[in-house]
């Protein structure tokens, strides 16, 4: 049965040159038995330290770390019952496959024959039964993962931590290699946290995301909800691409939507009913590409010029330059037959106002 994990406001501290700084600051976190949880965020924003701490290999500077209701915060490593995958595999290049994996298992004095078992399900659950006698450098290394992985199921963990486990592999192998790893975690209801810096990465196998920034969690959720309704413009410009439009609120019509003025044209958009928005104040439009609709009609919700055109095979990618000045970029499919804007051409900009995101000031 899977575990419940709970982050307690967990900070960590560290003296550089003299200097306090908080690495990580306050994240509160309940992650759901059998769920797959991802930190996501650049390089520095904490998330390693974080997995860290769960794992045991870091103390926090406060707080506290449940899992399956027992505190665990100055437990040791290998008294969590928790599993991590490391980024460079950590695989004994001169023991064989079933040896790696077994490794574990040996440490643990179990029987032989036990042994020999739980490896060959191992191998099994990841698709590379029959390579037992095999050294690692005589797989590839979308086999390798495997293993590690494999190395750590074996062991029955509570908790699987992952920290940029695909960072080594290819574009395509990456893609094959998340679906494999969504499909083993969900099988078998594990609950997992994924460290990851690629957006991609966390949408497409998350079912919730963390994104951090500066050691501060700055928002929780689906990745629906974190793409289609952002909370900052941190997260906003993060995850996927975005057009941030800098304008002012001209007034609020409801507890959703709003009107903004964006250089002489005045446009409805979609506000966060919990935030408390003032007339006149500056505000920013998000506006995901993909949303726009370019139009040569008038009938447009904004005008502008095309001041780029590429062609990437299945879109027309489009940079239109508005009157005051702002920059969108518009991704459009493309098909037999789809109209092509050239640069330089006047167009006409339409989308949905329930597909932008208002938030308070400016990047």
Do not use: W
Not at 113 to 140: C, F, H, W, Y
């Amino acid at each position: 049965m899977s575990v419940e994990l709970h982050l307690q406001n967990i900070t960590k501290t560290f003296i550089k040159d003299g200097v306090k700084f908080d690495a990580v600051e306050k994240v509160d976190l309940k992650i759901n038995g059998g769920e797959l949880l991802t930190f996501l965020g650049p390089s520095g924003c904490g998330k390693t330290t974080t997995l860290r701490m769960v794992a045991g290999f870091e103390t926090p500077t406060s707080g506290s770390i449940f899992i399956d209701g027992r505190d665990v915060t100055n437990v040791m490593v290998n008294k969590r019952e928790i599993g991590f995958v490391f980024q460079n595999y950590a695989l004994f290049p001169h023991m064989t496959i079933g040896d790696n994996v077994g490794y574990g298992l040996k440490m643990r004095s179990e029987a032989t024959p036990d042994i020999m078992r739980k490896v060959g399900e191992a191998l099994e659950m990841v698709g590379l039964s029959g390579t037992e006698k095999r050294l690692p450098n005589q797989l590839s290394g979308g086999e390798q993962q495997r293993v590690a992985l494999a190395r750590v199921l074996v062991m029955k963990p509570k908790v699987l931590l992952m920290d940029e486990p695909l960072s080594n592999l290819d574009a395509k192998l990456r893609i094959h290699m998340r679906t494999e790893k969504r499909n083993i975690q969900k099988q078998l209801d594990i609950t997992c946290l994924y460290v990851t810096h690629d957006q991609k990465e966390a949408l497409t196998m998350a079912d919730r995301i963390m994104v951090m920034h500066k050691g501060k969690v700055e928002q929780i959720g689906t990745p629906f909800d974190i793409y289609t309704h952002p909370r900052t413009l941190f997260v906003a410009d993060f995850i996927g691409q975005a057009n941030v439009l800098a304008g002012t609120l001209e007034s609020r019509e409801s507890a959703v939507i709003g009107s903004i003025r964006i250089g002489d044209r005045v446009i409805p958009g979609k506000l966060i009913a919990e935030e408390n928005y003032t007339a006149g104040e500056r505000v920013s439009l998000i506006l995901r590409p993909e949303a726009v609709t370019l139009s040569a009609k008038e009938d447009g919700v904004l005008s502008g010029t095309v001041s780029s055109a590429v062609f990437s095979g299945d879109r027309m990618e489009y940079m239109v330059r508005l009157s005051n000045g702002q920059e969108v970029s518009v991704m459009e499919n493309f098909f037999p037959g789809a109209e092509i804007y050239s640069t330089g051409q006047q167009v006409q900009l339409t989308f949905d106002p329930r597909l932008t995101v208002v938030l308070p000031g400016e990047r």
